[in-house]
């Protein structure tokens, strides 16, 4: 089992939809990041979380540490907002801080 | 301020061959990790170097390695190249640690 499980893994939607996209670690962190990559490759970073909630534009990300569980939402979603979303975790694991990904959700906005 | 700069961006080797990618990072980033991701594991943590010194390391055979210069660049060298070392890397500095990270557009690696 994967420390870091996202859901959906593919998610397709009409433009002005609210979208959430999950993720639930299983492991204590230290933060959590949300990652945007288009094709091509390019990474964005979205988010680091702590704690509680932060807001940028149109998207929001939200964390629950006591039930190990982040939240990415994406408001009045527009076919730009088509990416994979990667969250990720930063956490003590075999004696060293590591970084662990969850397998990404391929999001598609149709206009 | 520039990004993160990753060269070269494409890159053909050998099997049996090595190869030198290098990363550098957004001005005053002191922190630079690499990862590797490809189509089956996905995104997966290479290394991650402070102010020259490799402070936290993934799971990857001893052919991986990195190194960080005192002007924050960082290179990864990967010794007698397989097939599965095919991929994009990646590498992301950040101004400390658990900070928040800025990536590069990656190396895609083809091994033939």
């Known amino acids: 089992k994967n420390e870091v499980e996202q859901s959906p893994q593919n998610l397709t939607a009409q433009e002005g939809e609210f979208i959430t996209i999950n993720c639930s670690y299983s492991v204590g962190i230290s933060a959590l990041h949300w990652l945007q990559q288009h094709p091509g490759g390019g990474i964005v970073s979205l988010f680091m979380l702590s704690s509680g909630k932060k807001k940028h534009g149109r998207l929001i990300a939200t964390i629950n540490i006591q039930e190990k569980h982040s939240s990415l939402h994406i408001t009045a979603s527009h076919p730009r907002d088509s990416a994979v979303y990667i969250c990720a975790v930063r956490a003590p694991l075999q004696g060293a801080q590591k970084l662990v990904f969850g397998q990404g959700t391929r999001l598609t906005i149709n206009p | 301020k520039a990004g993160v700069t990753q060269t070269p961006r494409y890159l053909i080797k050998t099997r049996g061959q090595q190869v030198t990618l290098s990363c550098s990072p957004i001005s005053g980033h002191r922190s630079v990790s690499w990862y590797q991701q490809t189509p089956g594991q996905g995104l997966q943590f290479l290394f991650e170097y402070f102010s020259e010194t490799q402070r936290n390391k993934g799971n990857f055979p001893g052919r991986f390695s990195g190194r960080q210069f005192s002007n924050s660049r960082s290179e990864m060298n990967v010794s007698t190249l397989e097939l599965g070392d095919s991929a994009l890397y990646l590498c992301?500095?950040?101004?400390?640690?658990?900070?928040?990270?800025?990536f590069g557009q990656g190396t895609r690696l083809t091994v033939v």
């Open positions: 992301a500095s950040s101004s400390e640690w658990n900070t928040e990270a800025f």
